[in-house]
Structure formats: C-alpha cells, structure tokens
C-alpha cells in the first residue's frame, strides 16, 4: 500500500514536469518590450552617460547594472536579448551588452 502511495506521487510530480503543448509558430525566445523607446538607438549611445540620463533613456526597457565601480553585482544567469547590462564607473556608463 505504501509503495503504491509513493509510486502515485512519483507520476503527479513528473506530470507536473511534461512538456506543455504550443500552437505551431509560437516560439520561448523572449520578445522586444513594446515600451522600450530605446530600441530605436545603438546600445553604445549610453556609454559616457551618467547612471541616471542612462535611467531615463532606458524607460520602458529591460536594464540592469552589472557593475559598479570594478565591483561585479549579483544577477540572475537567464540570458535576455532585450535586456541591456550596463558597467557603471564614477557614476557614467562604461560598457553596454545585452543578455
């Protein structure tokens, strides 16, 4: 009786776990945010801005600052195409990627 308790809940977590079925054409990669009225301009445009004019370019957009002043912060691992990771030294951006 056990065993079959166990090998019941066994099956509803890898249930839980199956593959969600997609309508053809739909993809996982993410897609550009609507908002983002910085999606028009080169990423590079924000290296020499200050943190906040950066700020407020990015608007609407997915951003994050990955360093600061040669210090690594911490952040997830998900790889983003539309999010820009930004270096910041002294207060002005000084690399912009995306990921």
């Known amino acids: 009786m056990n065993k079959l308790l166990l090998t019941a ?8 776990c199956a593959a969600v079925n997609k309508p053809a054409g739909t993809s996982t990669a993410p897609v550009a945010n609507k908002s983002c009225q910085a999606d028009g301009m080169d990423d590079q445009t ?20 990955l360093e600061r002043d040669g210090q690594r912060l911490p952040a997830t691992m998900d790889y983003r195409l539309d999010r820009r990771n930004l270096g910041i030294a002294n207060g002005k951006v000084t690399w912009v990627n995306r990921g």
């Open 46 to 65: 924000l290296v020499g801005k200050t943190g906040q004019d950066a700020g407020a370019l990015l608007n609407g957009c997915a951003w994050r600052v």
């Open 9 to 16: 809940i066994a099956l509803l977590s890898l249930a839980g």
